[in-house]
């Protein structure tokens, strides 16, 4: 019998296993540190392994929930970021990708899941987010956006600017006449300077633009005074407010808060202003702004016996900050001796230092502290938290004190005291443990003479970009025996910097009395800021001097002033600003010409910066254009903003160094002179744009040319002269210019006379307003006084019987040919035939009568020549013979009558002789003549 088999069946349900991450998952390391710009792709990746070995799929979602699919991709019901296709169990995914939007965060958490593909319904693992740098969140750097764009010489609406505008390197302020004395000053993120200081017995703050001018933004006038006390220090927040600290009435820390607009800020311990008594009395001398905008001020109290450092830490709203020590306050001695503190800085981990001047062994030195965020002494700092350095042998001073931002060094500056009385400027550079930085000129410390004098003192330090060390303060000029104020910069290694006005320091007076430098910064072009004070005979004034990378005094020429308002959706991003004379940004800077640039501005605010040179003379008038960008610090830049501003069309002038070359005129009686002159004239859009030039020949005596011109006159004004020019040579132009003169013009009798020149150029649309007038002219003196012309050819008497006189006068017409009305004076001769004679006695003359009697004694006896002056009878007649309008045309005539007796007895024939008559100044003819 054969075998028999049964089949058993037989089953087995494997379970589904959710897959999981062997490697990932991983955003490619977008974070804070290298965030991804908007419009790129944040790339995801991770690789997955599936126990059913299974394919995968790698979710993204935006919450911490994911739904398997059905044989199919995955879901997030909170929204996803991005879902990979299906890949093997064990392989990579192909890396997958989201496109970042405007709208995206800055920070953007995201979970990862890896959920297989399986009929009926996969599994996913559970949620991973990455780790450390490659993991969530990843990071979105969004585009900065160039708000509004203004333009023009300060940076105002209009936009236009003059060709060659400038502003002087130095700017005084006077505050009501007071004595005015700035001792600090700080830059904002767009370019202007706040300087402060006293007037009075008030905290004086002034606010300049870029270019050295009042803001007038800043409380109307540019200027506040708040009569609480002396300022010593003063910061800017990063919303714009401005702190200003310094002493008051009963010898208290003080603090005001001002806004941007230079009002005082009541949401600052009610009234913008705190006062806080530390020890017995105490001065604030320094002050910082905490990133979380707590404010740090630093300066010294009195503990019964002598002077301590003080450091107090405020909340925003004013009030004292008690997790600052307990009670917002601390205190410092270094030894039994004086501490004072006048220089604050902040690390960037938060950590405070300050510097001033230690007595340490009855010799001042400097003294630095550093204090942890909780108000406690770091004894990271040389063991204690404290550091006394003496530089030189006599003893050191510090009042300023600054943090390399590259590496954190701490950079002092003061005085040291090589002897007597004499101080000189001192540096010292400090390695973050507290001991002294043998990179910094071998031994951590350097001093810089000026002259050998008392009173050379650094009252200030600022840090460049490119590391050097620029310091501020005073020196005694032995030449004039006054203070000027001081400027010396060191480099980076602590060596005199030599390209810095070529030994590295420099010294200026801003009159003729005292001047002192207190406060130093870097500007964003940089350029570097100085400011102080400076005497007047009666006051004091405060003082902004403003010097070129180089050491020169920076005289604004041919600029553009551009501000720009910046956005940039991530908090704590800066911005840099650029304008180029294309539109055209490689992304780093301009790929043309970089007219100017400003660098890690707050966004929120507005950048402002100095094209330099952009308009220089001359500059044709017309419509420009540059272009603004954006960069952020990460270096995502904005579009380009192309903008546009006006050279206007200025007026030309007669350039003042020149003015005229002018021939003499010398006056010829009875003809004309031709004088020429020439004459520069300037225009700042190009002397080839001055279309005409004409001129006026003047008396000023007799006219006023307030109008520029007169009516035509020969005898005080030649207009409409039409003057050739020459050729154009950059902004200048010369013209030559000829009139014809006449004899009858005016002139006076002294050296110089009143005469002068006009010329009225034109480019077409503008002439000058202001005359621009030669000095007066030199006529030749009393060149015509003396002409006289007669219209008749004679005297003829006709024929007269012996012993009978001529019936009727006969005429002489006068008219005067020279350019002075004149009186006449009459003479004559005898009349002669051969040998025989008609004495001159026989011939009479009358100015107002043909019909005269000659026999009744009417008319005046002809006498001899010349006559004496002073009457009539002697021939002089006082006749005012007014001078011609015009050359040709006689405007009053004068007439002589002459009557001849031929005497009884007198030999027949034709006698002959001859009268004079000449033209004498009004003043020689005195007598009454009727």
């Given at each position: 019998?054969?075998?028999f088999?049964?089949a058993?069946?037989?089953?087995?349900t494997?379970q589904?296993?959710?897959?999981?991450?062997?490697?990932?998952?991983?955003d490619?390391g977008?974070?804070?540190?290298?965030p991804?710009?908007?419009g790129s792709?944040?790339t995801f990746?991770?690789t997955a392994?599936?126990s059913?070995?299974?394919?995968?799929?790698?979710a993204?979602?935006?919450?911490?929930?994911v739904?398997a699919g059905n044989?199919?991709?995955?879901t997030c019901?909170?929204g996803?970021w991005?879902?990979s296709?299906?890949?093997?169990s064990?392989?990579?995914?192909?890396?997958?990708?989201?496109?970042?939007?405007v709208?995206?965060a800055?920070?953007?958490a995201?979970?990862?899941?890896?959920?297989?593909?399986v009929?009926?319904?996969?599994?996913?693992s559970?949620?991973?987010q990455?780790a450390?740098t490659?993991?969530s969140p990843?990071a979105?750097?969004h585009?900065?956006?160039i708000?509004t764009?203004?333009?023009?010489?300060a940076?105002?609406s209009?936009?236009?600017?003059?060709?060659g505008n400038?502003?002087?390197a130095?700017t005084?302020?006077?505050?009501?006449g007071?004595n005015?004395?700035?001792?600090a000053?700080?830059?904002?993120?767009d370019?202007k300077?706040?300087?402060?200081g006293?007037?009075?017995?008030?905290?004086?703050l002034?606010?300049?633009?870029?270019d050295?001018?009042?803001?007038?933004?800043?409380d109307?006038?540019g200027?506040v005074?708040?009569p609480?006390?002396t300022?010593?220090a003063v910061a800017v927040?990063?919303?714009?407010k401005?702190v200003?600290?310094?002493?008051s009435?009963?010898?208290?820390?003080?603090?005001?808060?001002y806004?941007?607009?230079?009002?005082?800020?009541?949401?600052?311990?009610t009234?913008g202003?705190?006062?806080?008594?530390?020890?017995s009395y105490?001065?604030a001398r320094?002050?910082a702004?905490?990133?979380?905008?707590?404010?740090?001020?630093?300066g010294?109290t009195?503990n019964g016996?002598d002077y301590?450092?003080?450091?107090a830490?405020?909340?925003?709203n004013?009030s004292?900050?008690?997790?600052?020590?307990t009670?917002?306050i601390q205190t410092t001695?270094?030894?039994t001796g004086?501490?004072?503190?006048y220089?604050?800085a902040l690390q960037?981990?938060?950590k405070?230092?300050?510097?001033?001047?230690?007595?340490?062994?009855?010799?001042?030195?400097f003294g630095?502290a550093?204090?942890?965020?909780?108000?406690?002494?770091d004894?990271g700092?040389?063991t204690?938290?404290?550091?006394a350095t003496?530089i030189g042998t006599q003893?050191?001073?510090?009042y300023?004190?600054?943090?390399?931002p590259?590496?954190?060094?701490?950079?002092?500056g003061?005085?040291?005291?090589?002897s007597?009385?004499?101080?000189i400027f001192a540096?010292?550079?400090?390695?973050t443990?507290?001991?002294?930085?043998?990179g910094f000129?071998?031994?951590?410390m350097?001093?810089?003479e000026f002259?050998?004098?008392w009173?050379?003192?650094?009252y200030?330090?600022?840090?460049q970009?490119?590391?050097?060390?620029?310091?501020?303060?005073?020196?005694?000029?032995?030449t004039?025996?006054?203070?000027?104020?001081a400027?010396?910069?060191?480099?980076a290694?602590?060596?005199?910097?030599?390209?810095?006005?070529t030994?590295?320091?420099?010294t200026?007076?801003?009159?003729?009395?005292?001047t002192?430098g207190h406060g130093?910064a870097v500007d964003?072009?940089g350029n570097?800021?100085?400011?102080g004070?400076s005497?007047t005979a009666?006051?004091r004034?405060?003082?902004l001097?403003r010097?070129?990378?180089a050491?020169a005094?920076d005289?604004?020429?041919?600029?553009?002033?551009?501000?720009a308002?910046?956005t940039?959706s991530?908090?704590?991003?800066?911005?840099?600003?650029?304008?180029?004379?294309t539109?055209?940004f490689n992304g780093t800077?301009c790929?043309?010409?970089?007219?100017?640039a400003i660098t890690?501005?707050t966004?929120?605010g507005?950048?402002q910066?100095?094209?330099y040179?952009?308009?220089?003379?001359?500059t044709?008038?017309g419509?420009?254009?540059?272009?603004v960008?954006?960069?952020?610090?990460?270096?995502?830049a904005?579009?380009?903003?192309?903008q546009s501003y006006?050279?206007?069309?200025?007026?030309?002038?007669i350039s003042a160094s020149?003015q005229?070359?002018?021939?003499?005129i010398?006056?010829?009686?009875?003809?004309s002179?031709?004088p020429?002159?020439?004459v520069?004239v300037?225009d700042?859009n190009?002397?080839s744009?001055?279309s005409?030039?004409?001129?006026?020949?003047?008396?000023?005596?007799?006219?006023?040319?307030a109008?520029?011109?007169?009516?035509?006159?020969?005898?005080n004004?030649?207009?409409?002269?039409?003057c050739?020019?020459g050729t154009a040579?950059?902004?200048?132009?010369t013209?030559?210019?000829?009139f014809?003169?006449?004899?009858?013009?005016n002139?006076s009798?002294s050296a110089l006379q009143?005469?002068?020149?006009?010329a009225?150029?034109t480019d077409?649309t503008?002439?000058?307003?202001?005359?621009t007038?030669s000095?007066?002219?030199?006529?030749g003196?009393?060149a015509?006084?003396?002409?006289?012309?007669?219209?008749?050819a004679s005297?003829?008497?006709?024929?007269l019987?012996v012993?009978?006189?001529?019936?009727?006068?006969v005429l002489?017409?006068?008219?005067?040919?020279g350019?002075?009305?004149?009186?006449v004076?009459?003479s004559?001769?005898?009349?002669?035939f051969?040998?025989k004679?008609i004495?001159?006695?026989?011939q009479k003359?009358?100015?107002?009568?043909?019909?005269f009697d000659?026999?009744s004694?009417g008319?005046?006896?002809l006498?001899?020549?010349?006559?004496?002056?002073g009457?009539?009878?002697?021939?002089?007649?006082?006749?005012?013979?007014?001078?011609?309008?015009?050359?040709n045309?006689?405007t009053?005539?004068?007439?002589i009558?002459?009557k001849?007796?031929?005497?009884?007895?007198?030999?027949s024939g034709t006698?002959s002789?001859?009268n004079?008559?000449?033209?004498?100044?009004s003043?020689t003819c005195t007598?009454?003549?009727?």
């Amino acid at each position: 019998m054969g075998s028999f088999a049964l089949a058993v069946p037989k089953g087995v349900t494997i379970q589904n296993a959710a897959p999981a991450f062997t490697a990932g998952p991983s955003d490619g390391g977008s974070d804070s540190t290298a965030p991804t710009n908007v419009g790129s792709n944040v790339t995801f990746t991770a690789t997955a392994t599936d126990s059913n070995n299974e394919q995968y799929y790698l979710a993204v979602c935006k919450s911490n929930s994911v739904t398997a699919g059905n044989n199919a991709a995955p879901t997030c019901p909170g929204g996803s970021w991005a879902i990979s296709a299906a890949t093997t169990s064990g392989v990579a995914i192909t890396p997958i990708t989201y496109t970042t939007l405007v709208g995206d965060a800055s920070s953007n958490a995201w979970y990862a899941f890896a959920c297989d593909k399986v009929v009926g319904g996969g599994s996913c693992s559970s949620m991973s987010q990455g780790a450390s740098t490659t993991g969530s969140p990843f990071a979105v750097n969004h585009q900065p956006v160039i708000g509004t764009v203004k333009l023009g010489s300060a940076c105002d609406s209009t936009t236009s600017v003059d060709p060659g505008n400038s502003r002087s390197a130095i700017t005084t302020t006077d505050f009501s006449g007071a004595n005015d004395e700035a001792y600090a000053m700080t830059m904002q993120s767009d370019g202007k300077s706040v300087v402060a200081g006293k007037s009075g017995n008030n905290f004086a703050l002034a606010r300049y633009n870029a270019d050295g001018t009042l803001d007038t933004t800043f409380d109307t006038d540019g200027k506040v005074a708040t009569p609480i006390g002396t300022a010593y220090a003063v910061a800017v927040q990063s919303d714009g407010k401005i702190v200003a600290v310094g002493v008051s009435s009963g010898s208290t820390f003080t603090v005001a808060r001002y806004n941007a607009n230079g009002s005082l800020d009541t949401s600052f311990d009610t009234d913008g202003i705190a006062t806080t008594l530390i020890g017995s009395y105490g001065f604030a001398r320094a002050v910082a702004i905490q990133s979380d905008g707590k404010i740090v001020v630093a300066g010294q109290t009195f503990n019964g016996s002598d002077y301590d450092f003080a450091v107090a830490r405020y909340n925003t709203n004013g009030s004292l900050d008690t997790s600052f020590d307990t009670d917002g306050i601390q205190t410092t001695a270094f030894d039994t001796g004086e501490d004072s503190a006048y220089g604050l800085a902040l690390q960037t981990d938060g950590k405070i230092v300050v510097a001033g001047l230690v007595s340490i062994s009855s010799i001042a030195e400097f003294g630095i502290a550093r204090y942890n965020t909780n108000g406690s002494l770091d004894t990271g700092f040389d063991t204690d938290g404290k550091v006394a350095t003496l530089i030189g042998t006599q003893g050191s001073w510090a009042y300023s004190v600054a943090i390399q931002p590259s590496d954190q060094k701490i950079v002092v500056g003061g005085s040291s005291r090589i002897s007597g009385s004499h101080w000189i400027f001192a540096t010292a550079r400090y390695n973050t443990n507290g001991s002294l930085d043998t990179g910094f000129d071998t031994d951590g410390m350097n001093t810089v003479e000026f002259e050998t004098s008392w009173g050379e003192d650094l009252y200030s330090i600022a840090l460049q970009s490119d590391g050097k060390i620029v310091g501020v303060g005073r020196n005694y000029n032995n030449t004039s025996n006054y203070l000027d104020l001081a400027v010396a910069r060191f480099n980076a290694n602590g060596s005199i910097d030599t390209s810095f006005d070529t030994d590295g320091k420099t010294t200026i007076s801003l009159g003729n009395y005292d001047t002192e430098g207190h406060g130093a910064a870097v500007d964003p072009s940089g350029n570097i800021l100085a400011s102080g004070w400076s005497d007047t005979a009666t006051t004091r004034d405060f003082g902004l001097v403003r010097y070129t990378t180089a050491g020169a005094l920076d005289n604004l020429s041919g600029y553009v002033c551009a501000q720009a308002g910046i956005t940039d959706s991530d908090p704590s991003d800066t911005v840099d600003m650029f304008v180029c004379s294309t539109n055209s940004f490689n992304g780093t800077t301009c790929s043309s010409t970089t007219l100017c640039a400003i660098t890690d501005v707050t966004t929120g605010g507005s950048a402002q910066c100095i094209a330099y040179g952009q308009v220089p003379i001359p500059t044709a008038s017309g419509s420009y254009s540059v272009y603004v960008f954006l960069k952020d610090s990460f270096g995502f830049a904005s579009s380009g903003s192309t903008q546009s501003y006006t050279v206007t069309n200025v007026a030309p002038t007669i350039s003042a160094s020149t003015q005229y070359t002018v021939s003499n005129i010398t006056l010829v009686a009875g003809s004309s002179v031709a004088p020429s002159y020439s004459v520069i004239v300037t225009d700042n859009n190009g002397g080839s744009t001055i279309s005409a030039t004409t001129g006026v020949l003047y008396d000023d005596d007799a006219i006023n040319l307030a109008g520029g011109t007169c009516s035509a006159n020969e005898k005080n004004c030649y207009p409409g002269v039409s003057c050739t020019p020459g050729t154009a040579t950059g902004a200048d132009r010369t013209f030559t210019c000829g009139f014809t003169v006449w004899f009858n013009a005016n002139f006076s009798d002294s050296a110089l006379q009143d005469w002068r020149l006009h010329a009225n150029p034109t480019d077409g649309t503008n002439s000058p307003t202001a005359l621009t007038d030669s000095n007066a002219i030199q006529v030749g003196a009393l060149a015509a006084i003396s002409a006289i012309g007669v219209s008749e050819a004679s005297i003829a008497y006709g024929s007269l019987s012996v012993g009978t006189a001529s019936s009727s006068g006969v005429l002489t017409t006068l008219q005067n040919a020279g350019n002075q009305i004149l009186d006449v004076l009459i003479s004559g001769t005898d009349m002669t035939f051969g040998s025989k004679t008609i004495p001159k006695e026989q011939q009479k003359f009358h100015e107002t009568s043909s019909t005269f009697d000659w026999t009744s004694g009417g008319g005046y006896v002809l006498i001899a020549s010349p006559p004496s002056a002073g009457t009539e009878t002697n021939g002089c007649l006082n006749r005012d013979l007014a001078v011609r309008a015009v050359h040709n045309v006689a405007t009053e005539d004068e007439s002589i009558w002459w009557k001849l007796m031929v005497p009884l007895s007198q030999a027949s024939g034709t006698y002959s002789g001859s009268n004079t008559i000449a033209g004498a100044t009004s003043a020689t003819c005195t007598g009454t003549l009727y």
